[in-house]
């Protein structure tokens, strides 16, 4: 083929980027991601009972004898490419990762990587971890991994700050955490409109500080997104995805 003639065009695709997506349970993580192209939910936890979604069950890294619930055996068909699918979700990654551990530590006849030798059970845990993640990558799927939140006391010199991460385990942060391009945190705020008076908002937030883990490697999004909220009395199936979309064409304005 030889070497190449043309400069790539720079241009990105909302689709094609890799998304961390993290927040309180039930806040519409799940949701948000159901909106993108094309989606199929490939879930470790039951939290997409609410949504009209494409949707596996994930309850093995890899099994052979149930391999429609295997992650492995998933991942190949993705990348084989005989599908229509334009996103994969990975709701959650957390446990995604913890039936990696399972299913390494099962190999080596170990109970946790901590048993293993000259660091061998953690190295085999992100080296299979990671072969599958990358052949995902290697395609040209949107991927997106969900996570919840959890707040960390981090001390320094002079204060005690109090950041809110996703609940992924150390591990996990080390390999995912590098990868993705985006890092998004779901919440509510309270922001002022005049004096005495506050108004809630649903938004995301793409902007790190020294209280939020967030990320945008794009330069593409906002610091903060306000988000649509799904009315609470009306939370019909129709009606969720019809706000997943809204709210998936908010943030894919900005790649366009």
Known sequence: MGLPTKRTTGKMDVGAIRWLIYGPPGIGKTTLASGFRKSLLLATEKGYKSHKVFARDVTAWNDSSDKDHSFVHLIKLLVKGDHDYQTVVIDIADKLFDL?????????????????????????VKKEFENEIYKLFATELGVIFISHTKTDEITTDFINIKKQVPTLSNQARKILLPLVDT???MRYRRKKISKGNFEEQFVITFKPSEDIEAKDRTGMLPPNLVLDVIPDDRKSPELVAKYAQKNYEKIAKYYK
Do not use: N, P, T
Not at 102 to 111: A, N, P, T
């Open 183 to 185: 890092i998004g945190y």
């Open 100 to 124: 990696c551990s399972i299913y390494v530590c099962d190999k080596l006849g170990i109970e946790h990587e901590s048993e293993a030798e000259w660091g061998k059970g953690w190295a085999g």
